[in-house]
């Protein structure tokens, strides 16, 4: 091999491992939003699944007389 060519193959495994670098990155960004988009959502059914179970526990008073106003 000569000189130009073995930069050309230095330049190539150069080129590929800044690519694969990028592609990772890309592809662990896009992993790293899915789990904390899956988190919200989870976080916010479980709130919601809280509410109701709070509400069926706890129904609100009946309010009979003047007393139950004050």
């Known amino acids: 091999m000569r000189?130009?060519?073995?930069?050309?193959?230095?330049?190539?495994?150069?080129?590929?491992?800044?690519t694969g670098l990028i592609l990772f990155g890309f592809l662990l960004f896009a992993v790293v939003l899915m789990v904390v988009g899956l988190l919200i959502f989870l976080g916010f059914y479980l709130y919601?699944?809280?509410?109701?179970?709070?509400?069926?526990?706890?129904?609100?008073?009946e309010?009979?007389?003047?007393?139950?106003?004050?």
């Open 3 to 18: 000189g130009s060519e073995v930069k050309g193959a230095i330049a190539f495994v150069l080129f590929m491992i800044i």
């Open 63 to 70: 309010l009979e007389g003047p007393e139950d106003y004050f």
């Open 48 to 61: 919601v699944q809280i509410k109701i179970w709070w509400a069926k526990r706890h129904p609100p008073k």
